[in-house]
């Protein structure tokens, strides 16, 4: 990972460090002050800040939009919402 996406992960997951708990977010706060200092993070903080952005940013694939639309589409269509 680059030092760019390594920037962008810290960056967006300081918009939810609210929701962190106490031990996620102290390891966080190393990673934040590490990053700031232009520090490159060794392999395993490396693997926790993947895990943190997974955990608070789920990628969804294809299937599963498709699937939530779906489910949204058809609930509105029992309503008679939509025609």
Do not use: C
């Amino acid at each position: 990972m680059t030092s760019v996406e390594q920037h962008k992960m810290v960056h967006r997951l300081k918009q939810v460090i609210a929701k962190m708990n106490p031990s996620e977010r102290q390891s966080f706060e190393m990673m934040v002050k590490r990053d700031r200092d232009d520090e490159e993070l060794d392999s395993l903080t490396m693997i926790k800040l993947k895990q943190l952005h997974e955990k608070f940013y789920p990628k969804n694939t294809k299937q599963a939009l498709e699937e939530k639309w779906n489910k949204l589409v058809n609930n509105k269509n029992e309503k008679g919402e939509i025609s």
